[in-house]
C-alpha cells in the first residue's frame, strides 16, 4: 500500500510541469489526496487537497492561479499541474491521503518527486 509520486524535473522559470500521484494496493476513491511541498531548509507546507467528491480546497491562497488539482479515479490518480513556476517553487513535491482533507493526519505517504526551476 503506497503513493507514488512521478513528474518532477527541472524546468526553466515561466514553464509548466504536471505532477502524478498513483495509488498501488488500495483505491483512492475513498480518500481525499493532498499535496504538500517542502524546500530546502524549510519546513513542509500543505499545497491543496481534492476530497473525494472532488471539492477542493487550497491552503496557500497565493498558489490558487498557477496550481491546479485534479482526480482520475479511473487511473487510480491524483494530478497537481504547476503552471508559470517561478525559482521559488523548487522542492520537492509529494502526496498523502486520508479520509478527508485537513491539514495533517494523513494515513498514507508518498516518497516525493523533485522540481527544480531554473531562473
Known amino acids: 500500500v503506497q503513493l507514488v509520486e512521478s513528474g518532477g524535473g527541472l524546468v526553466q522559470a515561466g514553464g509548466s510541469m504536471r505532477l502524478s500521484c498513483v495509488a498501488s494496493?488500495?483505491?483512492?476513491?475513498?480518500?481525499?489526496i493532498a499535496w504538500f511541498r517542502q524546500a530546502p531548509g524549510k519546513e513542509s507546507e500543505a499545497i491543496s487537497c481534492?476530497?473525494?467528491?472532488?471539492?477542493?480546497?487550497y491552503f496557500i491562497d497565493s498558489l490558487k492561479d498557477r496550481f491546479t488539482i485534479s482526480r482520475d479515479n479511473a487511473k487510480n490518480t491524483v494530478y497537481l499541474q504547476l503552471d508559470r513556476l517561478e525559482a521559488e517553487d523548487t522542492a520537492n513535491y509529494f502526496c498523502?491521503?486520508?479520509?478527508?482533507?485537513?491539514?495533517?493526519?494523513?494515513?498514507?505517504w508518498g516518497q516525493g518527486t523533485q522540481v527544480t526551476v531554473s531562473s
Open positions: 494496493g488500495f483505491s483512492l476513491t475513498s480518500y481525499a
Open positions: 498523502a491521503g486520508r479520509g478527508a482533507c485537513g491539514l495533517g493526519g494523513y494515513d498514507y
Open positions: 481534492i476530497s473525494t467528491d472532488a471539492i477542493i480546497t
